[in-house]
């Protein structure tokens, strides 16, 4: 069974350019978190998605958004890059259930320079 | 609301040592609790998780964790470190009911000393 796809794997964009990430989550799981992983913050919480519908939101900046798709895939934004938004950003895809746990992907590595 | 606090950044132990990597939680309610290790470059891969059906849980390659309530703990035990057991690891606890949020620790990094 393929496990949860993130794509790009790493990306180099520019101060105040936007991005755009994705993830595909198992087949099957209904549920996609994202979470922005910084050596300083450490992981950090940005939005989780059930059924399209945003059901948490971290305390990020409105430039981070985010969406998912009838098919579950996921796809987070970020305008107006800063530098302190380069970050590993993960995705991990849940089937549902108390107690499940979450399967992440490998990330993509994201650089503003 | 849930928090996890991971004492100890980096823990270095020797190859056939005993590994301990320290958690405690804070949960107002009966928490699911994780451990996942970090690869270099790579994503979290889940080592074990307690749903509250038995407190002692044993995870892959080798590694186990009690709960325990009376401490609010969650310690990650092995008993004989392997030089691939180097890497990060995170607990993490559910934040509650309906939903897949998940607060993590701030890691700890296991180095394997041959």
């Known amino acids: 069974k393929a496990g949860v796809t993130q794509t790009p794997r790493y990306l180099i964009k520019t101060r105040g350019q936007q991005v755009t990430l994705s993830c595909s989550p198992i087949s099957g799981h209904r549920s996609v978190s994202w979470y922005q992983q910084t050596p300083g913050q450490g992981l950090q919480f940005l939005f989780e998605y059930f059924s399209e519908t945003q059901r948490n939101k971290g305390n990020f900046p409105g430039r ?3 969406r998912q798709f009838s098919n579950s895939r996921s796809e987070m934004n970020v305008s107006t890059l800063e530098l302190g938004d380069s970050a590993l950003y993960l995705c991990a895809s849940t089937l549902g259930g108390g107690g499940t746990e979450a399967f992440f992907g490998q990330g993509t590595r994201l ?3 | 609301a849930q928090s996890v606090t991971q004492l100890g950044s980096h823990v ?3 190859e056939g040592a005993l590994v301990l990597l320290r958690c405690n939680y804070s949960s107002s309610v009966p928490p699911y609790l994780f451990w996942y290790v970090q690869y270099p470059n790579q994503g979290l891969q889940l080592l074990l998780k307690y749903t509250s059906a038995a407190t002692l ?3 892959i ?4 964790a009690e709960f ?3 401490e609010t703990s969650f310690h990650l035990t092995k008993p004989s470190a392997h030089m691939s057991d180097a890497a990060e690891y995170f607990c993490a ?3 509650g009911e309906g939903t897949y949020k998940y607060i993590f620790g701030t890691g700890t990094r296991l180095k394997v000393l041959a």
Do not use: D
Not at chain 2, 61 to 64: A, T
């Open chain 2, 93 to 95: 606890v559910s934040a």
């Open chain 1, 64 to 66: 981070f958004s985010g």
């Open chain 2, 57 to 59: 849980v044993k995870g």
């Open chain 2, 12 to 14: 270095s132990v020797s």
């Open chain 1, 111 to 113: 650089t503003v320079v």
């Open chain 2, 68 to 70: 325990k309530k009376s």
């Open chain 2, 61 to 64: 390659n080798g590694f186990e």
